[in-house]
């Protein structure tokens, strides 16, 4: 158990919603990221988060968003889904924003239909 | 842009064998991580390497840091099938956004 907590766990929809993914990272942890993993294209790293400010971005969608609240969780916003979003959806949390270690949640298996 | 390439994609071998992965940066890095994901899991950090050269081993598993810090290897010796997963290299860049570039993971498959 990393300390890293994802819901949900599984997630089915249908082309055209919104979702939420949400993610508490571990205790002490300010830095959040959020992956995409499908089965062609490995782990895809969407953003980072550090003590509720946006630090990184990658191959984030203009449909997709995040925030990390004060509480430090965070929440990643998948709209007008599509069928290709289709994934795991991982979080992962480290100590600060440069700190070299993620430890990964279990993830949240969204399929769109 | 700064890419990190794994090989194998995959690699099927008979319990008992060896197994190696190797990680190819484009570019030198500050430092690389190796990460395991064990099929239905969520990856799993291993170790850090960063000094040009380094070598650390944790039980069967060795890894190593090239002279110039472009390139990684991770090898196995003596596989068991609990060493079954998907292996990702990670790849700090040592620019001013110091992200983690990954590697596409090398899978790999353990016969009994």
């Known amino acids: 158990d990393s300390g890293v907590t994802q819901t949900p766990k599984h997630l089915i929809t249908a082309t055209g919603q919104r979702v939420t993914l949400r993610c508490s990272p571990r205790?002490?942890?300010?830095?959040v990221y959020w992956y995409q993993q499908s089965l062609d294209q490995g782990l895809q790293f969407l953003i980072q988060?550090?003590?509720?400010?946006?630090?990184a971005k990658g191959n984030i969608l203009e449909r997709f968003s995040a925030q990390q609240f004060p509480d430090l969780h965070s929440e990643l916003n998948l709209s007008s889904l599509e069928l290709g979003d289709s994934a795991l959806y991982f979080c992962?949390?480290?100590?600060?924003?440069?700190?070299?270690?993620?430890?990964f949640g279990p993830g949240t298996r969204l399929t769109v239909l | 842009g700064q890419q990190v390439m794994q090989i194998p994609q995959y690699q099927h071998v008979q319990e008992g064998e060896d197994f190696t992965t190797y990680c190819n940066s484009s570019?030198?890095?500050?430092?690389i991580q190796w990460y395991k994901q064990r099929p239905g899991g969520h990856p799993v950090f291993l170790i850090q390497l960063v000094k040009s050269g380094e070598v650390k081993k944790q039980k069967r598993l060795t890894f190593q840091f090239g002279e110039a810090k472009k390139n990684s290897s991770l090898h196995i010796t003596a596989t068991q099938t609990t060493d079954v997963g998907t292996y990702f290299c990670?790849?700090?860049?040592?620019?001013?956004?110091?992200?983690?570039?990954w590697g596409l993971g090398t899978s790999l498959a353990v016969n009994p």
């Open positions: 570019t030198t890095l500050s430092n």
């Open positions: 990670a790849g700090k860049n040592p620019g001013n956004n110091r992200k983690l570039i």
């Open positions: 205790s002490g942890d300010l830095s």
């Open positions: 992962a949390s480290s100590v600060n924003s440069v700190s070299d270690t993620q430890y």
């Open positions: 988060y550090y003590n509720g400010e946006e630090r």
